[in-house]
């Protein structure tokens, strides 16, 4: 018997996109956060302009791992299931 992959190779490029997309968003987050950073040290930004890029931020690097296991379908959620097989 043979598998057709093609299904699985499109859809792991997909999640590569997914990630590599992400990780854009969140260095610009970075660069905005060192900008806002550095301006509100010098009081030429006010904290609330601040806090609306700090807040986001500390939020996406607060959930390591999220896309991998969204809604307990990952690692962790083969693991509340009794399977011991590595994802």
Request: aromatic fraction near 4%.
């Amino acid at each position: 018997m043979t598998l057709d992959t093609r299904d699985f190779i499109l859809r792991s490029q997909q999640a590569e996109a997914a990630r590599d997309g992400a990780k854009v968003q969140l260095d610009a987050a970075k660069l905005d956060w060192d900008r806002l950073k550095s301006l509100l040290a010098e009081k030429a930004v006010p904290q609330s302009q601040f806090d609306m890029v700090d807040g986001p931020l500390q939020g996406r690097q607060g959930r390591p791992g999220r896309c991998r296991d969204r809604g307990g379908h990952g690692q962790e959620g083969l693991k509340r299931l009794g399977d011991t097989r590595t994802i």
